[in-house]
């Protein structure tokens, strides 16, 4: 076999377990059947009581090497565990546009964020009765400026041998352009990269899953997309699910989630499509420092992802007062 077809270690991650108990479902049956090996749980979502959780635990001991994670949840229609959190909107989370916007312009308080990444990782573990595997965001929280230094600090602290979940793809520039929505995540990864290093956190060294969810896209043709020069350890984002009211009344991703539950549940046996190359599988490394897991070709840590950030506000289209 040809260095080129050698098989790779992919995640196969569904986020929001915990949104709805529709998603929840979905989601164990995906587990269940070989065709996922991790998903992040909202420990702030409608759909976490202790049936769920107990669950997703049965699901995932049918397949030994499925990791489980933290999905930090810091923008509405979400609440906050922590009592004194700021910003809010009302008695919420604010949306993630505006969450986004007030880190870039530097508006927030890191404090905030560690006390509560910090307050979800200790009811992940006290449902879970132990650490997540890793830790990512819903919407990418963990990505966005002042946002990113309380959650490193609170995952450092509190799970330091969880891995977190960076947004940065290995691909040409021409391609990564695009997708504004991808790029986006690009710039926002390469310092998010950085500080993940030196605080000693291991990190994905590929991503893939981002698109439009409001469009009727072919999911089986951006998954062979998302595929492609994706590294070996590297992960794909997805989100399986059942619409339900719960779903409806919380996040305009419904139909979609069904559609990509459908194509997921196509797969074969091995977790592959069309290439017998391919493979899910286990991923534990954890890198001292951002060279040891760099993304091959693409390194935008340093002075490039700190002088864009200040451009993303315009990128999403994001006014004073949004």
Not at 231 to 249: S, T
Request: proline share 7%.
């Amino acid at each position: 076999m040809s260095a080129a077809a050698a098989p790779r270690r992919i995640w196969l991650c569904a986020d929001d377990y915990g949104i709805s108990p529709g998603v929840n479902r979905a989601i164990r049956d995906l587990i269940e059947r070989g065709r996922l090996n991790a998903t992040s749980v909202m420990m702030v979502g409608p759909a976490i009581a202790r049936g769920e959780i107990e669950a997703l635990e049965a699901a995932a001991k049918t397949s030994p090497r499925c990791a489980i994670g933290l999905h930090v949840t810091l923008s509405a229609p979400f609440r906050p565990l922590t009592m004194h959190f700021r910003p809010l909107d009302g008695d919420m989370f604010m949306p993630f546009p505006k969450l986004l916007r007030a880190g870039v312009l530097r508006r927030l308080d890191r404090e905030f964020f560690r006390n509560e990444v910090k307050a979800q990782l200790v009811a992940f573990a006290e449902a879970f009765g132990r650490a997540p595997d890793f830790v990512d965001g819903h919407q990418h929280v963990q990505l966005y400026p002042q946002v990113r230094d309380g959650f490193i600090d609170a995952v450092s602290e509190t799970a330091p041998n969880a891995w977190v979940r960076q947004g940065g793809r290995d691909l040409p520039l021409k391609q990564r352009l695009a997708s504004p929505k991808a790029m986006v995540l690009d710039i926002l990864s390469a310092q998010f990269r950085r500080r993940a290093g030196r605080a000693g956190l291991g990190f994905n060294p590929g991503f893939a899953g981002a698109y439009d969810f409001t469009r009727a896209a072919d999911f089986g043709a951006l998954m062979r997309q998302f595929l492609e020069g994706l590294p070996d350890g590297g992960l794909v984002m997805c989100h399986p699910g059942f619409v339900d009211d719960v779903l409806a009344a919380l996040d305009p991703m419904t139909d979609v989630r069904e559609r990509e539950h459908a194509y997921l549940g196509a797969m074969n046996s091995y977790g592959c499509w069309s290439r017998p190359t391919r493979h899910w599988g286990e991923w534990r490394r954890k890198p001292a420092d951002e060279a040891a897991c760099r993304i091959p070709k693409f390194n935008m840590a340093g002075t490039v992802g700190a002088t864009m950030e200040p451009y993303i506000s315009c990128a999403l289209g994001l006014r004073e007062g949004d």
